[in-house]
């Protein structure tokens, strides 16, 4: 019987992980979109895994400040494949299927467990694999996967759900106290994921008591070290906060009150939990609008409703009250702490695994009734409970894997991302603004422009005067650089003039300075542009594009050997970036080093084959070579 039931857990460990890897099959080349290029392509304390300690260095400027842990995961995933991203996307992808595991055996222990044993222990390995498989397979946690800077929700989420699994492995043990340790060693991982985790003691308490130990001198009894564990789990969390956290930057830029996140947090719940059900409208960047009472009334009364329900029955102990509180305690961080963005689909990473649970047991209680109904006419074959509850299963398990598949489609380009965005919130000012930069990037500078000033519109508008906005100063900034590079130089001044606007909004905006550096310098003023080229590079040493116009700005002056160091640093830093590659070709050109200008521009071209520069360039490396009697074989 033992070898039976493991081989069917077995079969179901197999079954979540092929479909799950079948859902993300076409994510491993998913680039780097929006936050994903501070925090990896740009993020140089994961470019080194030694000393080990240097990876948990995290950079202040990056958006995992005070995630160690996922930044050493970062770390490996560059020793991997450097910026490579398949090996990125597949640590994301072994991250969530792990999750998936982890519930799966969460949930099959608390069937078993005294209080659920009579009603679903019979078949409590059907009912933790459906709640599990759909759970892997909803659609809404593709932005958890899929876009690799929310490695750390699902990194946390896998760690938080270690953290149940093991403790309930100790309130199940004789000998608990191994098991207690490995919960705390998980819940200290989670921390150095995501600050969300804090609620995992809280929330073991619960359980505890609904479903183990039912009163609190039991619970210290038996599991006082595990709890001061945790506490001790929390002081370090205290500390990563204080020292510039996540979450401790965060409400610096806040434009609403607590109380007005809070009115918008009704709506965005309610919209949380529309999408479980009808996975319709995902969408990677709401920026949902701030309510206000009157639109907040309807859905407040409907989540009041929700919560006095819930706490009704976490105070009978009910098992239910216990997945009630899972959704709310998982989901309050987010929720109750103003955030700058009240709407993001991946923080339903852990609140969605107890809704999803209490779907499946609500489909497994109509089966049951669908099943009764037959006996009681006198079927003499009625069909069998199980076979009719895996036919659901195994069709709305399908429906989502397709669903996920399909929504991962949209990840494919920062184009393909922006425009979704675009076309399911027109208003989104960000959306507007990244989607300009993307059709900028693949040189469509018009339509780039379009929507570029149809963003600062959209904040000015919202904002009401000119403010100190990232969305205004990126959408300035860019409009800046298309005019220098794709109409020079009759929209010259129309470049000066929006880099000037970043300055007068951010005086420190390095890449502002360094681009208003190269039209000066076009402006044949050279002492102002170098002015400008190096306050760029005082402010930000380490951003490739100032390294990249410093070495153009000396390349065109004819210093070619001191250009060769700044695009050799702009290479250090970003590896594939074709301008800092065409300019050391163009300088290794004119240093008569024609093998090594050959290579540069056959990189270029093995990036970007219609790369017209870099095709004439090659031309006429080949031509020199052939002249000179050298061998052009690659």
């Given at each position: 019987?033992?070898?039976?039931?493991?081989?069917?857990?077995?079969?179901?460990?197999?079954?979540?992980?092929?479909?799950?890897?079948?859902?993300?099959?076409?994510?491993?080349?998913?680039?780097?979109?929006?936050?994903?290029?501070?925090?990896?392509?740009?993020?140089?304390?994961?470019?080194?895994?030694?000393?080990?300690?240097?990876?948990?260095?995290?950079?202040?400027?990056?958006?995992?400040?005070?995630?160690?842990?996922?930044?050493?995961?970062?770390?490996?995933?560059?020793?991997?494949?450097?910026?490579?991203?398949?090996?990125?996307?597949?640590?994301?992808?072994?991250?969530?299927?792990?999750?998936?595991?982890?519930?799966?055996?969460?949930?099959?222990?608390?069937?078993?467990?005294?209080?659920?044993?009579?009603?679903?222990?019979?078949?409590?390995?059907?009912?933790?694999?459906?709640?599990?498989?759909?759970?892997?397979?909803?659609p809404i946690h593709t932005q958890a996967v899929t876009y690799l800077t929310q490695r750390c929700e699902s990194l946390m989420g896998l760690f938080f759900f270690l953290t149940c699994y093991c403790a309930i492995r100790g309130w199940q043990s004789f000998s608990p106290k191994v098991w207690y340790l490995g919960s705390i060693v998980s819940f200290l991982l989670g921390i150095g994921a995501k600050e969300v985790i804090v609620v995992a003691p809280f929330i073991l308490l619960l359980g505890e008591l609904v479903f183990f130990h039912p009163t609190l001198k039991e619970v210290i009894r038996r599991s006082g070290f595990l709890y001061v564990g945790l506490l001790c789990g929390l002081g370090v969390l205290g500390y990563l906060v204080a020292q510039g956290g996540t979450f401790s930057t965060s409400t610096t830029r806040i434009s609403f009150s607590t109380w007005q996140y809070w009115l918008t947090q009704s709506q965005v719940i309610i919209h949380y939990i529309r999408l479980m059900f009808w996975p319709d409208a995902l969408c990677f960047d709401y920026d949902w609008p701030i309510a206000g009472i009157r639109e907040s009334i309807l859905p407040g009364i409907v989540l009041l409703i929700g919560l006095t329900a819930s706490l009704w029955l976490v105070l009978r102990r009910h098992p239910l009250g216990f997945s009630a509180a899972w959704f709310w305690m998982t989901l309050a961080p987010t929720s109750l702490l103003p955030l700058n963005d009240p709407a993001w689909d991946y923080r339903m990473y852990l609140p969605s695994a107890a809704l999803m649970t209490m779907f499946v047991l609500g489909i497994y209680h109509v089966c049951q009734f669908i099943h009764a109904r037959f006996a009681a006419k006198g079927s003499d074959q009625p069909p069998p409970l199980k076979k009719i509850f895996g036919y659901v299963m195994i069709f709305l398990a399908l429906l989502l894997g397709m669903l996920t598949y399909s929504r991962n489609l949209d990840y494919q380009s920062d184009l393909a991302i922006?425009?979704?965005?675009?076309?399911?919130?027109?208003?989104?000012?960000?959306?507007?603004?990244?989607?300009?930069?993307?059709?900028?990037?693949?040189?469509?500078?018009?339509?780039?422009?379009?929507?570029?000033?149809?963003?600062?519109?959209?904040?000015?508008?919202?904002?009401?005067?000119?403010?100190?906005?990232?969305?205004?100063?990126?959408?300035?900034?860019?409009?800046?650089?298309?005019?220098?590079?794709?109409?020079?130089?009759?929209?010259?001044?129309?470049?000066e003039t929006n880099l000037r606007r970043t300055l007068e909004i951010i005086p420190n905006d390095a890449q502002a300075h360094s681009y208003l550096g190269v039209v000066l310098f076009f402006q044949n003023q050279p002492e102002k542009a170098f002015d400008h080229l190096q306050q760029a590079l005082i402010l930000e040493p380490n951003l490739v594009e100032a390294n990249v116009n410093y070495g153009l700005v000396l390349r065109l002056m004819g210093n070619n050997k001191s250009a060769l160091d700044y695009y050799q640093k702009a290479l250090h830093l970003k590896p594939d970036h074709i301008e800092a590659l065409y300019g050391l070709g163009m300088v290794r050109y004119q240093l008569r080093q024609l093998k090594e200008a050959k290579a540069n521009f056959q990189t270029i071209l093995s990036a970007s084959p219609r790369n017209k520069a870099a095709v004439e360039m090659l031309k006429k490396i080949e031509k020199e070579l052939s002249a000179s009697g050298q061998p052009t074989i690659n």
């Open positions: 019987m033992i070898k039976s039931v493991s081989k069917k857990v077995k079969r179901s460990y197999w079954l979540l992980v092929l479909l799950i890897v079948l859902a993300y099959s076409n994510t491993f080349q998913v680039p780097f979109i929006m936050d994903d290029r501070s925090n990896m392509a740009n993020n140089l304390s994961i470019r080194h895994l030694w000393p080990l300690w240097n990876p948990f260095e995290v950079m202040s400027k990056t958006g995992i400040a005070g995630r160690p842990v996922v930044n050493f995961t970062l770390a490996l995933n560059y020793a991997l494949s450097g910026l490579s991203v398949w090996s990125y996307h597949l640590l994301n992808l072994l991250i969530h299927i792990c999750a998936t595991l982890v519930l799966f055996e969460i949930l099959q222990r608390l069937f078993q467990a005294d209080r659920l044993k009579e009603t679903y222990g019979r078949l409590s390995a059907p009912l933790a694999l459906g709640s599990a498989l759909l759970w892997g397979l909803h922006w425009e979704d965005t675009v076309r399911k919130r027109p208003q989104n000012a960000r959306a507007q603004v990244n989607l300009g930069v993307a059709l900028m990037e693949i040189g469509q500078p018009l339509e780039a422009i379009g929507h570029l000033q149809q963003g600062i519109n959209f904040k000015r508008k919202e904002l009401g005067t000119l403010t100190a906005n990232e969305i205004i100063v990126n959408g300035y900034r860019n409009l800046g650089i298309i005019y220098l590079y794709y109409f020079w130089p009759k929209e010259g001044p129309a470049a």
